[in-house]
Every structure is written in structure tokens, then in C-alpha cells.
């Protein structure tokens, strides 16, 4: 039974805040994600953000005003 006489493989984005923003857990050992749906999850992490950052940079302009 998986977890008792084996380990299966997990992969796991997390963001430069420590918080899990994508998981994938293997059923079996040889279970993997396809490489390219892992860089569209992290493309999707870094678009995040950078959205993060410019909204930041507009709310510090706003405040300086």
C-alpha cells in the first residue's frame, strides 16, 4: 500500500511568502506531472507577483500624494 513500503514522488510550488500554491501528489511512484504544466503553474506564480508589485508601487504612490 502507498505511504507504508514505498514513497511517492509530490511536487509542490510554494511563493516567496511560504504559502503551497500548487500541489501535485503521485498515486503511484512513477507518477509525475508533465514538465510543462509545472512551468505554467510557475509562470502563473511569478504573473501573480508581479501583479503584487506594481499594485504595491500604485498604493505608494497614492499614499504620498
Given at each position: 500500500t502507498?505511504?507504508r513500503?514505498?514513497?511517492?514522488?509530490?511536487?509542490?510550488?510554494?511563493?516567496?511568502?511560504?504559502?503551497?500554491?500548487w500541489?501535485?501528489?503521485?498515486?503511484?511512484?512513477?507518477?509525475?506531472?508533465?514538465?510543462?504544466?509545472?512551468?505554467?503553474?510557475?509562470?502563473?506564480?511569478?504573473?501573480?507577483?508581479?501583479?503584487?508589485?506594481?499594485?504595491?508601487?500604485?498604493?505608494?504612490?497614492?499614499?504620498?500624494?
Amino acid at each position: 500500500t502507498l505511504g507504508r513500503d514505498m514513497a511517492a514522488p509530490a511536487n509542490i510550488l510554494v511563493d516567496k511568502q511560504g504559502r503551497v500554491r500548487w500541489t501535485h501528489y503521485a498515486g503511484i511512484v512513477s507518477d509525475r506531472p508533465d514538465p510543462a504544466m509545472v512551468l505554467r503553474e510557475v509562470k502563473k506564480l511569478e504573473e501573480d507577483s508581479e501583479k503584487k508589485v506594481v499594485k504595491s508601487e500604485k498604493s505608494e504612490v497614492k499614499s504620498k500624494k
